[in-house]
């Protein structure tokens, strides 16, 4: 019969869930699950993979008398990756009524499960007894209050954290940079960015496509340049993401053939991507090339959405062409079941205004499924 050693051996070696659920039903036969190191050692096996195992790891977990630090981390890690990551907040507070002080990985488990369920009050309570406790945390941690805080909308907090931190990586930059620009900040998105080019900080695809946003948003097509030679420089690879920014950069800079540039230069296009193009067009008053680039969306299987709709009524709108802008809202709707928004009202409506039909125009907004606004009367 295998001793204590020799089961630790085969469970540390241990690769396979079946093979492992094997171990612990003779463990249990033969009456060993009081060792609480054996108990602690299965649910530390490398055969246990999180979150797919986790209802066996908290099975094993829960029958652990006295769950090690490593144990505890293991659990709560899994929940924050799980669809629960409030039970790893739940564990985090037990685990701390049981005396055992956390370490960096266990904070930022709990940060990441505050993070994805917007959990602000517990997340300031991790870093209340980061700072209560004296601590030594690095900069993941960090790094996890910051993206807790903006994702919350505390900017502020996040600011203090971040000027405090005394080793910043690039993904604390990025955090900052993104969590600024997400909450309307885009002047200060822009200063902290040049701080970050004067330190030497290299700069990945969701910094720069989180900075060319909002240069578009400001209107600062200069920097927008600066930031596109930065990326061709670089060889920074323009993914799906990254084009599609700076495509609505220079369309909303007022430089359309920049955009088409861009565009006609991306590897991969979605349908954000061809949307971002066909309103960049439409907003230009090119209705023609609008309508020409959505026939190349559909020939190329790429199926519209409502921005993609939005954008080609618009279009319609600035060329006149009633019947066809009437015929592409009916086949938004039987086509592709899509739901018309206020939005897309609204471009039926100055379709028919600037063709001078005003009476039609009223009586369409008469027969809307949603309450007309302001700007459409």
Not at 68 to 86: A, C, E, H, Q, V
Not at 95 to 109: A, S
Not at 155 to 162: N, T, W, Y
Not at 252 to 266: N, P
Request: glycine share 8%.
């Amino acid at each position: 019969m295998p001793n204590q050693t020799s089961l630790m051996g085969a469970i540390k070696h241990c690769t396979s869930i079946r093979d492992l659920k094997t171990i612990q039903a003779h463990i249990f036969r033969t009456g060993l699950p009081q060792q609480p190191f054996l108990t602690t050692t299965l649910t530390d096996s490398p055969a246990i993979t999180l979150p797919k195992h986790l209802p066996y790891a908290h099975s094993l977990f829960s029958s652990t008398q006295y769950p090690n630090l490593f144990t505890w981390n293991k659990i709560i890690r899994g929940y924050s990756l799980s669809d629960s990551p409030i039970t790893a907040i739940t564990l985090f507070e037990d685990m701390f009524l049981c005396g055992i002080l956390p370490n960096t990985f266990t904070l930022g488990f709990v940060l990441k499960a505050c993070c994805r369920l917007l959990r602000f009050y517990e997340g300031k309570l991790v870093h209340s007894m980061i700072v209560k406790m004296g601590l030594s945390v690095g900069t993941p941690v960090f790094n996890g209050l910051l993206k807790l805080y903006v994702n919350c909308g505390c900017v502020g907090s996040a600011r203090k954290v971040f000027d405090e931190m005394r080793e910043r990586d690039r993904a604390s930059w990025s955090v900052m940079i993104s969590g600024l620009v997400k909450n309307g900040f885009g002047y200060e998105a822009l200063e902290l960015f040049r701080e970050m080019q004067v330190q030497g900080v290299d700069m990945d695809e969701f910094t720069l496509a989180s900075v060319v946003g909002t240069c578009g948003h400001l209107g600062a097509l200069d920097l927008g340049k600066w930031v596109h030679s930065y990326i061709d420089k670089e060889g920074v690879k323009v993914d799906v993401v990254l084009g599609t920014c700076l495509v609505d950069m220079y369309s909303k800079c007022g430089s359309l053939h920049d955009a088409l540039k861009v565009f006609e230069g991306m590897c991969e296009r979605d349908v954000m991507a061809w949307s971002a193009m066909i309103g960049g067009c439409a907003i230009h008053g090119n209705a023609e090339k609008a309508l020409e680039l959505f026939d190349d969306m559909k020939r190329a299987n790429v199926s519209p959405n409502c921005v993609t709709f939005t954008s080609v009524l618009c279009a319609y709108s600035h060329s006149g062409l009633i019947d066809e802008g009437c015929r592409y809202f009916d086949g938004m709707q039987l086509e592709y079941e899509i739901v018309p928004q206020l939005e897309h009202y609204g471009c039926m409506v100055d379709l028919f205004c600037r063709a001078g039909l005003v009476v039609r125009a009223h009586e369409f907004i008469k027969n809307m499924r949603v309450g007309p606004n302001v700007v459409l009367w």
